[in-house]
């Protein structure tokens, strides 16, 4: 995969709030390369709020992230959540191992192609992370840096209903 472009000049990137249920369209599937080369499809996360999301180790803003989402899956973990981070590096497993390891990532990583990046419509920036609702569609899409309370509102919102007591899906 050609090296991505980074964030813009701005400091963080402009936010889409969650789209109405009736507006949101199925992630396409895809597998990602596990490190010990086992494909982790997405569809195995269905029924989860996901947090999709495509990096590099190579990526300034995305190395920002990622203690974020390893806290996010922390607490949101227990409440339906998963983190899915997507490795765009071309080296593969040979830097992102090391990376993770470093970095202590407590969620699903996965290695992917071009393929990918071309299914989700081109992923020309990174970090670029999707937001997918218990039924595998897209709520929303954060391009570039986005603050740590804006995923979390966006979290919080697709988490809320499943929370209350007697709410319909």
């Known amino acids: 995969m050609a090296p991505l472009l980074l964030l813009s000049a701005a400091p963080f990137a402009t936010n889409a709030a969650p789209k109405p249920a009736a507006q949101r369209k199925p992630a396409p599937e895809f597998s990602a390369k596990a490190a010990d ?3 982790i499809p997405l569809s195995s996360f269905k029924g989860k709020v996901v947090l999709l999301n495509f990096w590099a ?5 995305c190395k920002i992230e ?3 989402f390893v806290d996010f899956e922390k607490k949101y973990g227990p409440q339906g959540f998963a983190v899915f981070g997507v490795s765009t590096d071309e080296e593969g497993w040979q830097v992102v191992k090391p990376y993770i390891d470093q970095v202590k990532v407590n969620y699903q990583v996965g290695v992917v192609g071009e393929d990918v990046a071309t299914k989700y419509g081109g992923i020309d920036t990174l970090p670029e992370t999707l937001i997918l609702d218990r039924e595998g569609k897209i709520a929303s899409r954060h ?3 986005v603050s740590k309370s804006e995923y979390e509102k966006d979290i919080e919102a697709l988490l809320a209903p499943a929370r209350r007591p007697g709410a319909r899906k």
């Open 66 to 68: 990622m203690p974020w």
């Open 57 to 61: 180790t190579y990526c300034g803003p």
């Open 37 to 39: 080369g086992k494909p």
């Open 143 to 145: 391009v570039g840096l």
